[in-house]
C-alpha cells in the first residue's frame, strides 16, 4: 500500500463492481470530498497545500480501471488550532457521512494521532494524521494535519487512455 488510505479505499469497498465515470468528474468527487473535509476542520486561518486530485491505476485492470487520490496538508496555525480542528473532523464526519474504523496513534517511532473513515454514500476513504509536537516525536518543526482521500477503483469510459492521465 502506497498511502495510508489506501487500507480505507478498500475497506469498505471491496466485491464493488466499479462504475464508469469519466477521469474528470471523478477529480471533481473527490475535490468535493476534500471541500467537506476541509469545512469539517474549519481553520480557515490556516494554509492549505494547492496540488489537486491525481489518477492512479488500480492494480487489478490499470488500463481501464482507476482511482483517484488527493492528499494534501493544513499548516501554517498553532498546534492548538491543529489539535482542536482535528478534534473537529472526528467529531463531524459521522453526521456527514462518514463511518470512522480507525482511531489512534500510528505504528511510526512519532505516534501520530490517525483517523481512517469511509463515506457511507459515495466510495471514498480518508486518512487524516495530526502531526504535531509530543514526548514520543519531539518538536515537530512544521505542524500539520494531513489528509489523503483515495476513491474506490473506478472504470474508465471507453477509449479513455488511462496512460495519460495524471
Same mark, same amino acid.
Given at each position: 500500500?502506497?498511502?495510508?488510505?489506501?487500507?480505507?479505499?478498500?475497506?469498505?469497498?471491496?466485491?464493488?463492481?466499479? &462504475?464508469? $465515470?469519466?477521469?474528470?468528474?471523478? %477529480?471533481?468527487?473527490?475535490?468535493?470530498?476534500?471541500?467537506?473535509?476541509?469545512?469539517?476542520?474549519?481553520?480557515?486561518?490556516?494554509?492549505?497545500? +494547492?496540488?489537486?486530485?491525481?489518477? #492512479?491505476?488500480?492494480?487489478?485492470?490499470? +488500463?481501464?480501471?482507476?482511482?483517484?487520490?488527493?492528499?494534501?496538508?493544513?499548516?501554517? #496555525?498553532?498546534?492548538?488550532? @491543529?489539535?482542536?480542528?482535528?478534534? %473537529? @473532523? %472526528?467529531?463531524? @464526519?459521522?453526521?456527514?457521512?462518514?463511518?470512522?474504523?480507525?482511531?489512534?496513534? =500510528?505504528?511510526?517511532?512519532?505516534?501520530? @494521532?490517525? $483517523? &481512517?473513515?469511509?463515506?457511507?454514500?459515495?466510495?471514498?476513504? #480518508?486518512?487524516?494524521?495530526?502531526?504535531?509536537?509530543?514526548?514520543?516525536?519531539?518538536? +515537530?518543526?512544521?505542524?500539520?494535519? #494531513?489528509?489523503?482521500?483515495?476513491?474506490?477503483?473506478? %472504470?474508465?469510459?471507453?477509449? =479513455?487512455? $488511462?496512460?495519460?492521465?495524471?
Amino acid at each position: 500500500m502506497d498511502h495510508p488510505a489506501d487500507a480505507a479505499a478498500t475497506h469498505e469497498m471491496t466485491g464493488a463492481k466499479p &462504475t464508469v $465515470l469519466d477521469v474528470d468528474k471523478a %477529480r471533481e468527487k473527490a475535490k468535493a470530498v476534500s471541500s467537506q473535509i476541509y469545512d469539517l476542520i474549519d481553520i480557515p486561518s490556516a494554509k492549505v497545500t +494547492e496540488p489537486g486530485p491525481s489518477i #492512479v491505476p488500480c492494480g487489478q485492470d490499470p +488500463e481501464h480501471l482507476y482511482k483517484t487520490e488527493h492528499p494534501w496538508s493544513v499548516y501554517g #496555525v498553532p498546534e492548538d488550532e @491543529l489539535k482542536a480542528g482535528f478534534q %473537529r @473532523l %472526528r467529531n463531524g @464526519l459521522p453526521g456527514k457521512g462518514w463511518k470512522t474504523w480507525r482511531y489512534g496513534p =500510528t505504528k511510526s517511532r512519532a505516534k501520530a @494521532l490517525e $483517523l &481512517t473513515s469511509d463515506s457511507t454514500t459515495e466510495p471514498f476513504s #480518508v486518512d487524516a494524521q495530526l502531526w504535531v509536537s509530543s514526548p514520543t516525536a519531539g518538536h +515537530e518543526k512544521e505542524p500539520m494535519i #494531513v489528509i489523503t482521500i483515495v476513491s474506490g477503483c473506478r %472504470r474508465a469510459p471507453e477509449g =479513455t487512455d $488511462l496512460s495519460t492521465q495524471y
